[in-house]
């Protein structure tokens, strides 16, 4: 019975993050066209991407351990009251007609620094939400909700903007953020239980905030798992930032970039129903490995097209395991770690992934409209020519094609490792256990004395 009402819980807190995301992506949508048609540069819409990403890779430590000290609700309540201030100002500097480019990197820099909270209050609750045996489809289901907004959110934004304009646009964001609080404050998560290793790590703010980094020293091949990811998500994400760039020069559509995000959420949710009602392989890793390296292929192939009737089955494509990913690993993770500290270990998991990707950001920008672009139609770029053509363009192309190689090749040679092929079953799973006696030395607790070998 409990079991029951904490998966009801579950979905409800799933619904209401669909809703706010979809309020959120309408906002980003029609502001980001607004940005690239007023400039015609990519470095805006990079920059803002970096502004994001900063807060999230300083403090996502400290975030880990309120999530893993508070209440669970109220972190994920003040993370919303917090991004709704960020959109409040930024629907006030448009109101006003006074809105400039800075405003967007100031509100995106808000935003981050309380969206850094939801993410670790979040992925702990749903252990504490979802028995074991629905966890590989809860978190397939989790994964739905970005792609899902990702469809909606373009079409509304387009039919809303006419009627009500960007000023219209953030007002019903708002709603969507207050409508999120009030559903958060409603229902009740559980509490985890202290265990032995959660014990052993307490201490002042700033001795949790390494807890997760120590976890994940102790765990070497964990830790060159996420470093793979790190490098990854560095060469995926300064590719895909100029994805809006990218569309609107080579299509001239506003239309057209809507109906391809479109077609990207679109992969994303079929892969994400494929994961539910699949589970992915066992071991997972058979799902993640080769999951990433088709990623990497289709973004190659991407760089390479230039017809809308080729970018969207490729964007399909590539958006289609991503789910599959996320949620085999967060299964694995959701296994192997305690419940009182996975609010840490995700943050931490989250920031040493997420190391590059700032760095990502203020290059793409630059390399893009500086080096790249300009480039094409040059004396050396007959050289590349054949691969992503002369027309305005081909240089994000050629980043796509480089970056998106790199990701399978590498993907690839990390896949050849018996020690990564094996993780799963080598890192011991988490079994709840009575405290041990107190005097239990912090080395005992980390190094697994309450776990047993995986099934």
Known sequence: MRSAQTLRTFYILILTQTFSLIGSRMTGLAIGIKVFNDTEQATP??????????????????????????????????????????????LASFASGVFEVWHLYVVSLIQSVFGVFQQPAFEASV???????????????????????????????GLLFTLVGVVGVMTIDLMTFLAAMVVVFMVRIPRPTQTAEGLAMAGTVWKEALVGFRYLLSRRVLLAS????????????????????YILTVTG???????????????????????SVWG?????????????????????????????????????????????????????????????????????LGQVSMLLTPLAFLLAGPLADRVMEPAVG??????????????????????????????????????????????????????????????????????????????
């Open 45 to 90: 819409l990079a920059l803002t991407a970096f502004f994001g990403a900063v807060p999230s890779l300083i403090s996502a430590s400290v975030a880990g351990v309120l999530a893993d000290r508070w209440d669970r609700r109220y972190v994920m309540m003040i993370s919303d009251a917090g991004q709704a201030v960020g959109t409040l100002l930024l």
């Open 127 to 157: 252990t504490m939400l979802v028995p074991d045996e629905h966890r590989d489809r809860a978190n397939a289901i989790q994964q739905l909700t970005g792609p899902a907004s990702g469809i909606i959110a373009p079409i509304a934004a």
């Open 226 to 245: 996420v470093l793979h990811v790190t490098l990854v998500n560095f060469l995926i994400t300064g590719a895909m930032v100029l994805n809006t760039p």
């Open 253 to 275: 559509s506003e239309t057209m970039l809507g109906t391809l995000m479109g077609v990207m959420s679109a992969g994303a949710i079929v892969g994400g129903a494929i994961m």
């Open 280 to 348: 992915g392989t066992r071991p997972r890793i058979h799902t993640i490995l080769p999951g990433i390296a088709i990623t990497g292929t289709c973004l190659a192939l991407y760089g390479l097209s230039r017809a809308p009737l080729a970018m969207g089955p490729i964007l399909f494509v590539q958006m289609l395991p991503i789910p599959m990913i996320n949620a085999s690993f967060m299964s694995i993770m959701q296994l192997k770690i305690p419940p009182d500290l996975q609010g840490r270990v995700f943050s931490a």
């Open 378 to 455: 040059g004396s050396r770029w007959d050289l590349v020519a054949p691969l992503v053509g002369s027309q305005p363009g081909a240089g994000i192309g050629l980043i796509m094609l480089v970056n998106g190689s790199l990701i399978a090749l590498v993907t690839l040679a990390v896949y050849a490792v018996p020690a990564v092929r094996r993780m799963e079953s080598t890192l011991p799973d988490y079994r709840p256990a009575e405290l041990e006696a107190p005097g239990e030395s912090e080395r005992e607790a980390v190094t697994g004395a309450e776990a047993v070998p995986a099934r």
